[in-house]
């Protein structure tokens, strides 16, 4: 039998020690809290798109009655952005989330089906996307959606 350890690198950031840009682009996925339909869960959660040619996309989780039809903030905004410039790749993605009237404490976590449809984004575009989750205690930065789902099923699975 062989061990594997697979490593995840996860960089830990002050608000303000993050580009301008950054900061702009958490900023606008705080504000997509605020435009968040969830009804069901009380949790509001933003995403905001930054494209390689400067533009920002920004989504909120719309939530339904019947409750798998929702979709989360992440594929919201991710999905506008490749319907809008199908040829342009996403640079990075910043995600906040708003709950007993106030953002989590700690950084928040994307789901495993907004993690797989990240994937597909640096797949499709070869090129890795960086993602920022939002906390009060500080943003993580990763890299690559790699490192958030090490093990993936990707398009070289199927060949
Ligand atoms: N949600 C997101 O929008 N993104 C995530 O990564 C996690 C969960 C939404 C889905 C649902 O509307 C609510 O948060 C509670 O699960």
Not at 59 to 73: H, K, T, V
Not at 74 to 89: L, V
Not at 117 to 130: H, I, K, T, V
Not at 138 to 147: E, F, M, Q, R, T
């Given at each position: 039998?062989?061990k594997?350890?697979?490593?995840?690198?996860?960089?830990?950031?002050?608000?303000?020690?993050?580009?301008?840009e950054?900061?702009?682009?958490?900023?606008?996925?705080?504000?997509?809290?605020?435009?968040?339909?969830?009804?069901?869960?009380?949790?509001?959660?933003?995403?905001?798109?930054?494209?390689?040619?400067?533009?920002?996309?920004?989504?909120?989780?719309?939530?339904?009655?019947?409750?798998?039809?929702?979709?989360?903030?992440?594929?919201?905004?991710?999905?506008?952005?490749?319907?809008?410039?199908?040829?342009?790749?996403?640079?990075?993605?910043?995600?906040?989330?708003?709950?007993?009237?106030?953002?989590?404490?700690?950084?928040?976590?994307?789901?495993?089906?907004?993690?797989?449809?990240?994937?597909?984004?640096?797949?499709?575009?070869?090129?890795?996307?960086?993602?920022l989750?939002?906390?009060?205690?500080?943003?993580?930065?990763?890299?690559?959606?790699?490192?958030?789902?090490?093990?993936c099923?990707?398009?070289?699975?199927?060949?």
């Amino acid at each position: 039998m062989e061990k594997k350890t697979l490593v995840t690198h996860i960089c830990f950031y002050q608000f303000e020690e993050l580009s301008l840009e950054y900061q702009q682009l958490i900023s606008i996925a705080k504000e997509q809290t605020e435009k968040s339909y969830s009804p069901y869960s009380n949790f509001a959660v933003g995403a905001a798109v930054l494209m390689h040619n400067g533009e920002i996309f920004a989504g909120s989780n719309q939530e339904n009655a019947a409750y798998p039809s929702g979709l989360c903030a992440e594929r919201t905004a991710m999905f506008y952005a490749n319907a809008q410039r199908p040829d342009i790749p996403i640079r990075a993605i910043a995600i906040a989330a708003y709950a007993h009237n106030d953002f989590l404490e700690d950084p928040v976590a994307p789901c495993g089906a907004c993690r797989q449809a990240l994937l597909e984004n640096e797949g499709r575009f070869e090129q890795p996307l960086q993602i920022l989750l939002y906390g009060k205690k500080g943003i993580y930065v990763v890299d690559s959606v790699k490192d958030l789902l090490p093990l993936c099923f990707t398009k070289e699975s199927l060949q």
